[in-house]
C-alpha cells in the first residue's frame, strides 16, 4: 500500500463542518451582510426559527454555528430517533441553565416527523425563552408544523446549492481537509459528481471520499465519471433536482397522465425515483392534477390522490413506489375535466378586473338585529323549503347575473350531474 496513511473514522462532511460565517457557503439571502442569521449571529441574540429547504444545504451546519455564537449550549435531536421522553430531558436540562442565565439552543433535525404531542411538548419552553429551538426540515412547515409552535417561530427558506457553490466546498474539501490534502487528487468530472449528489453537498463529500478510499493505493487519484459509477453500483440514472432534467421528467410523467396513458406514466414515474426523486414531490403533484384534470368527471381522484401523498408520508421508500404506481396508473385511466380549473381561472380574472360588487342583501349573514332592520338575508329563499330541494334564484351580484363559471364536460360523472340538475329543473318547471 503506497499510502499508508491513517484512514479518519469521522466522514469528511463533518471533518471540514464550517466553525464559522466565514467558512460557510451559499445562502447568501440568509448570512450576507445585514441579513437575518448574519445579524443574529453577529449580535449574539439567538432566536428560535425553522430552517426549511432541500439535504445538504447548510441547516445542521448554520445551527450549530448559532450555538456556538450565542455561547448555547447545543442539543441535537432526530425526530425520526426521538420522542417525548428525549425532549423532557433536554427542557430539563434548559430550565437549570436559563436559572443560571445560560442559553441553551436545541437543534432537531426533520422536526416534520414529530407528531402533535411532540410539537405540543416544545411549546411552553420556546415560549418562555427557555430554550432556543432550531427545526430542520425538508418539507413545507405550513403543513407540517402545528399553527401554535409555528407561530413561534421565525421561518427561513434554504435554496437548493448553485454549482459555483458545490465547487467551492469540493474544492474547499481537497485543499483544507488533513486527510485529503495530503493526496494528490484530481477531480476529472466535477459536473458530474454534482449532478450524482443530486446537489447535495453532504452526498457530494461523501461520493468524493469514498472514491478517494477506492483508488487509495495508487500515487495519483483520479476521481473520473467511471469511478463515480463504480463507487456508487449504479447506472447513471441519476439527475439534478435543481436542473433541466428535473423539469422536463415531472413535465412528462404529468402529461402522460393527462393524456391517459398509465404506460409513460409509470414509465417516467421509475426515472424519477431511480434518479433519488423525493416521493412526496410526486404524490403532491398529482394532487394538483387530481383537481386539475379529472375534477369532478371523478371526483374520488383527489381522495385517492391525498391518500397516497399521506401514505408515501407514513410508509416511505423503497414500498412508496407500489402506492405511487397504483395512484398514477389510476389517474391515467380516469376520465378527465378540467372544469373546475378552467372555472376558478375565469373567477378570479373576473375579481381582479371587475368592480368588488356587494354581496346581495338577501345573502347576507344577519346575526344582530340592527342588520335584520337593515335588509339583511330578508326575501333569502331556503332550498330545502323547496321540492327537489332546489330553487332558481340569483346568488350571484345583480351586475352579473346569468355568469358562468363552471360548464361541466360532456365526460363521465360531471355529465351525470349535468343532466340530473337538468332533469330537476325541468320537474321543478312543473310546479
Not at 451559499?26 to 453577529?42: A, D, F, T, Y
Not at 449574539?44 to 445551527?63: D, F, N, Q, V
Not at 430539563?92 to 410539537?119: C, G, M, P, V, W
Request: proline share 6%; hydrophobic share 40%.
Amino acid at each position: 500500500m503506497k499510502n499508508k496513511r491513517e484512514i479518519p473514522r469521522i466522514p469528511l462532511p463533518e471533518r471540514i463542518r464550517p466553525q464559522s460565517l466565514d467558512e460557510f457557503i451559499g445562502q447568501e439571502h440568509l448570512v450576507g451582510k445585514n441579513k437575518p442569521i448574519r445579524v443574529m449571529i453577529e449580535n449574539k441574540i439567538p432566536g428560535s426559527l425553522i430552517l426549511w429547504g432541500p439535504p445538504g444545504t447548510g441547516k445542521t451546519t448554520l445551527a450549530v454555528i448559532l450555538a456556538e455564537a450565542t455561547n448555547s449550549e447545543f442539543f441535537q435531536l432526530n425526530a425520526v430517533s426521538s420522542g417525548v421522553k428525549d425532549l423532557r430531558q433536554v427542557i430539563e436540562k434548559a430550565k437549570e441553565n436559563f436559572l443560571y442565565n445560560r442559553n441553551t439552543l436545541l437543534f432537531i433535525d426533520e422536526i416534520h416527523r414529530y407528531n402533535k404531542s411532540q410539537q405540543d411538548a416544545l411549546l411552553s419552553s420556546v415560549e418562555k425563552g427557555e430554550i432556543t429551538l432550531i427545526g430542520a426540515t425538508t418539507e413545507n412547515p405550513s403543513f407540517e408544523i402545528i399553527p401554535p409552535l409555528r407561530s413561534r417561530l421565525r421561518i427561513f427558506v434554504l435554496n437548493e446549492l448553485s454549482k459555483e457553490d458545490l465547487i467551492k466546498i469540493l474544492n474547499r474539501a481537497v485543499e483544507k481537509d488533513e486527510f485529503l490534502s495530503s493526496l494528490k487528487i484530481k477531480i476529472e468530472n466535477p459536473d458530474y459528481l454534482i449532478i450524482a449528489s443530486g446537489g447535495d453537498a453532504r452526498m457530494m463529500l461523501n461520493i468524493l471520499e469514498a472514491a478517494v478510499l477506492h483508488e487509495i493505493d495508487n500515487e495519483e487519484i483520479v476521481i473520473t465519471k467511471s469511478l463515480i459509477e463504480n463507487v456508487l453500483q449504479k447506472k447513471n440514472i441519476i439527475y439534478d433536482k435543481s436542473g433541466e432534467e428535473h423539469y422536463n421528467l415531472i413535465s412528462a410523467f404529468i402529461k402522460s397522465i393527462r393524456g391517459s396513458d398509465p404506460d409513460a406514466a409509470v414509465y417516467w414515474l421509475a426515472r424519477m425515483l431511480e434518479g433519488g426523486e423525493d416521493p412526496l414531490f410526486i404524490a403532491r403533484r398529482m394532487v394538483i392534477l387530481a383537481a386539475e384534470d379529472i375534477g369532478n368527471a371523478m371526483p374520488n381522484a383527489l381522495i385517492l390522490a391525498e391518500a397516497a401523498f399521506e401514505a408515501c408520508h407514513k410508509i416511505g421508500m423503497p414500498e412508496a413506489r407500489i402506492i405511487l404506481s397504483q395512484c398514477a396508473t389510476y389517474l391515467a385511466s380516469a376520465p378527465k375535466s378540467n372544469a373546475a380549473y378552467l372555472a376558478i381561472q375565469e373567477a378570479q380574472r373576473d375579481v381582479k378586473n371587475l368592480p368588488l360588487y356587494p354581496v346581495p342583501f338577501h345573502l347576507r349573514n344577519a346575526p344582530t338585529k340592527l342588520m335584520k332592520n337593515l335588509g339583511y338575508g330578508k326575501e333569502y329563499k331556503y332550498p330545502h323549503d323547496y321540492p327537489a330541494h332546489f330553487i332558481e334564484e340569483n346568488y350571484l351580484p345583480e351586475e352579473m347575473k346569468g355568469k358562468q363559471y363552471y360548464r361541466p364536460t360532456e365526460n363521465g360523472l360531471e355529465k351525470n350531474l349535468k343532466e340530473r340538475l337538468s332533469s330537476i329543473w325541468k320537474k321543478l318547471k312543473k310546479y
